[in-house]
């Protein structure tokens, strides 16, 4: 079964600031998806990236980026410029490829402080 | 342009007591699934069902039953409430292909 580790319980940065969430993953597959959640105090889950695991370009939405080096099954979100309204839980995902289930394994989560 | 629709947002049981969280998504999804969240921790996977009439266990699945007769419903069944099932519970739905869930808004519920 497959497993996903954030191994960073808790992180904080400087408003404005880049910080960087790490997430590591173990599968057998070769071919599956990753994601990024963000969870604000609303409770709300809340998409913020994705990357599919065929592409080696790394994934961008905005502000936040992810750095995947599939080899080494690690799948880290950086968020540039951080902002008061990006303090949250993260969570990161993973998912397998061939149509199905399509069952997320998620990360415990990683809790991000900015500070003002 | 409802998504997932869960209800009730919070609920209160006693120990042995058994409710319903309702959960009904309007894209038309296929997949759709029910997660809980323990106190500072990732999401676990009750049951999940990738279309009307089939359902199966996820990975905490006891003293949990759900049932997918239409594709917009996927009710989650708690028979005999224990401590142990106090949590967050989430309720999603996916279509087919790369893409993540759309959540509902979560069910916080307490077991006294």
């Known amino acids: 079964a497959q497993t996903v580790t954030q191994s960073q319980p808790e992180m904080s940065v400087q408003e404005a600031e880049t910080v960087t969430l790490s997430c590591t993953y173990d599968t057998s597959e070769s071919d599956y998806y990753l994601f990024w959640y963000k969870q604000p105090p609303s409770r709300q889950m809340i998409l913020v990236i994705r990357q599919e695991a065929y592409k080696q370009q790394n994934a961008t939405e905005n502000r936040f980026s992810v750095n995947f080096q599939k080899a080494a099954k690690s799948f880290s979100l950086k968020i540039s410029d951080s902002q008061l309204g990006d303090a949250a839980m993260y969570f990161c995902a993973y998912r397998s490829a061939p149509e199905g289930a399509q069952k997320l394994v998620f990360g415990q989560g990683t809790r991000l402080t900015i500070n003002p | 342009n409802a998504g997932v629709t869960q209800t009730p947002k919070f609920r209160i049981l006693k120990i042995g007591q058994s409710m319903t969280l309702q959960c009904t998504q309007d894209?038309?999804?296929?997949?759709m699934y029910w997660y809980r969240q323990d106190p500072g921790m990732g999401l676990k996977l009750i049951y999940y069902?990738?279309?009307?009439?089939?359902?199966d266990k996820g990975e905490v699945p006891n003293g949990y039953n759900v049932s997918r007769s239409t594709t917009e419903d996927f009710p989650l069944r708690l028979e005999l409430a224990a401590p142990s099932q106090t949590s967050v519970y989430f309720c999603?739905?996916?279509?087919?292909?790369?893409?993540?869930?759309?959540f509902g808004s979560g069910t916080r519920l307490t077991v006294v």
């Open positions: 069902s990738v279309g009307a009439g089939i359902t």
């Open positions: 999603a739905s996916s279509g087919q292909g790369p893409y993540g869930y759309t």
């Open positions: 894209m038309n999804h296929n997949y």
